[in-house]
């Protein structure tokens, strides 16, 4: 099987994440093309890693490493995957050699699938975007109630379906990053992208979320299931058993995201 033209692999860390990527991305490599995100990493550690990943990516969207990575992941992944499906993880997760096989079973299984992982959100999303900008830039009122969430540790999506509704998905992360209380406090990443209306006059954008607000946050894994659901593809977002070959793990706590387990009683992963 040509994996390297099936599977997009996009993973970022820095030189804190070093001995994880070196265990990592061996482990990745065979599978697809692999992107590495990084801006920190430093000249040697990239040369010791260069066997490992195909394309380099040094996105400048922010100072701090973690809001960069996921600025990264949600400006550029849509853009830049071009294979069938795309899966990202975190640096911080532990894999078994045969991991791959939780990819292509479940996609063999469920063709239909668009966004899928082996965790799920904590919370579900409902929130309700609205306002005179919000309508001219989305067509309508973004409504979404009790809407099942794949964590961002490890997902695989279709890129098809992220590549063609990319555009609505910017503009969403957008409207939730860039405006607070109705107003306008970023300036626009692409501003030739958005109407040259008064976009600090009231109730151009309003917000009702339960149970967090997402204003300023908007992370990749809230925003793109919430496209999902936005979209009518709530069917098609899985939640999937990973058989112990993929764990997520907080790496100060040593607990799974969701299933809580104590990192020290998780079964030996092969490196």
């Given at each position: 099987m040509d994996y390297k033209s099936k599977y997009d692999i996009f993973i970022c860390g820095g030189t804190q994440h070093f001995a994880m990527?070196?265990?990592?991305?061996?482990?990745?490599?065979?599978?697809?093309?692999?992107?590495?995100?990084?801006?920190?990493?430093?000249?040697?550690?990239?040369?010791?890693?260069?066997?490992?990943?195909?394309?380099?990516?040094q996105p400048r969207y922010h100072e701090q490493g973690y809001r960069n990575f996921e600025l990264f992941c949600i400006r550029d992944i849509n853009r830049l995957a071009s294979a069938p499906h795309f899966i990202k993880l975190d640096a911080d997760i532990y894999l078994r050699s045969d991991w791959v096989n939780y990819v292509d079973r479940n996609l063999s299984r469920h063709n239909e699938a668009v966004l899928f992982g082996p965790d799920e959100?904590?919370?579900?999303i409902t929130m309700e975007l609205s306002g005179r900008l919000v309508e001219q830039k989305l067509g309508r009122t973004l409504s979404v109630s009790n809407g099942r969430k794949v964590t961002g540790g490890f997902y695989v999506g279709q890129t098809a379906f992220f590549k063609r509704h990319d555009q609505f998905m910017q503009a969403v992360h957008e409207l939730l990053y860039c405006f607070r209380d109705g107003q306008r406090i970023f300036p626009s990443p692409q501003p030739e992208d958005w109407p040259d209306v008064d976009e600090q006059s009231n109730n151009q954008v309003s917000l009702r979320v339960t149970p967090d607000s997402l204003w300023g946050t908007s992370c990749e894994d809230v925003l793109r299931s919430l496209v999902v659901h936005a979209q009518g593809a709530g069917d098609r977002l899985f939640v999937f058993d990973d058989e112990e070959k993929i764990r997520v793990t907080f790496p100060s706590l040593g607990l799974g995201k969701s299933h809580a387990r104590l990192h020290s009683s998780l079964p030996a992963m092969e490196a």
């Amino acid at each position: 099987m040509d994996y390297k033209s099936k599977y997009d692999i996009f993973i970022c860390g820095g030189t804190q994440h070093f001995a994880m990527l070196q265990a990592l991305l061996p482990l990745l490599h065979p599978f697809g093309t692999i992107h590495l995100g990084s801006i920190v990493l430093t000249a040697k550690e990239l040369k010791e890693l260069r066997p490992y990943y195909d394309v380099l990516h040094q996105p400048r969207y922010h100072e701090q490493g973690y809001r960069n990575f996921e600025l990264f992941c949600i400006r550029d992944i849509n853009r830049l995957a071009s294979a069938p499906h795309f899966i990202k993880l975190d640096a911080d997760i532990y894999l078994r050699s045969d991991w791959v096989n939780y990819v292509d079973r479940n996609l063999s299984r469920h063709n239909e699938a668009v966004l899928f992982g082996p965790d799920e959100g904590f919370t579900n999303i409902t929130m309700e975007l609205s306002g005179r900008l919000v309508e001219q830039k989305l067509g309508r009122t973004l409504s979404v109630s009790n809407g099942r969430k794949v964590t961002g540790g490890f997902y695989v999506g279709q890129t098809a379906f992220f590549k063609r509704h990319d555009q609505f998905m910017q503009a969403v992360h957008e409207l939730l990053y860039c405006f607070r209380d109705g107003q306008r406090i970023f300036p626009s990443p692409q501003p030739e992208d958005w109407p040259d209306v008064d976009e600090q006059s009231n109730n151009q954008v309003s917000l009702r979320v339960t149970p967090d607000s997402l204003w300023g946050t908007s992370c990749e894994d809230v925003l793109r299931s919430l496209v999902v659901h936005a979209q009518g593809a709530g069917d098609r977002l899985f939640v999937f058993d990973d058989e112990e070959k993929i764990r997520v793990t907080f790496p100060s706590l040593g607990l799974g995201k969701s299933h809580a387990r104590l990192h020290s009683s998780l079964p030996a992963m092969e490196a």
